[in-house]
């Protein structure tokens, strides 16, 4: 079965860090684009980072420089490091994953196939 189990959100002030980690579990994420998307309230979802098979990643420009993806190979989690964290940031974050391919970080919201129920991450000012 598979699974993708995000964690680490919560609360907390601006200019702070957060790691949420995807846990993964019943299919072969090494072949994969594995991504990080968030959702404001009142907002689209949105593609923040990803990484493809070839380890290659593509972020967002409002994250770039801010926030690095990862994938743990060996224990099977993929992780978003955030740090600068700026109350725009405040949104339920998901990760997801899409077979064979590597989307551009706009195509890749309406093509992934498993998702996981997110995580809520909160920033204050």
């Known amino acids: 079965q598979v699974q993708l189990v995000e964690s680490g959100g919560g609360s907390v002030q601006a200019g702070g860090s957060l790691r949420l980690t995807c846990t993964l579990s019943g299919f072969d994420y090494a072949t994969y684009h594995m991504v990080w998307f968030r959702q404001a309230p009142g907002k689209e979802r949105e593609g923040v980072a990803g990484i493809c098979s070839d380890q290659t990643t593509t972020y967002a420009d409002s994250v770039k420089g801010r926030f690095t993806i990862s994938l743990n190979n060996a224990k099977n989690v993929l992780y978003l490091q955030m740090t600068s964290l700026k109350p725009e940031d405040t949104a339920m974050y998901y990760c997801?994953?899409?077979?064979?391919?590597?989307?551009?970080?706009?195509?890749?919201?309406?093509?992934?196939?498993?998702w996981g129920k997110g995580t809520l991450v909160t920033i204050s000012s």
């Open positions: 997801a994953a899409a077979r064979w391919s590597c989307y551009s970080l706009p195509e890749a919201r309406g093509n992934m196939d498993f």
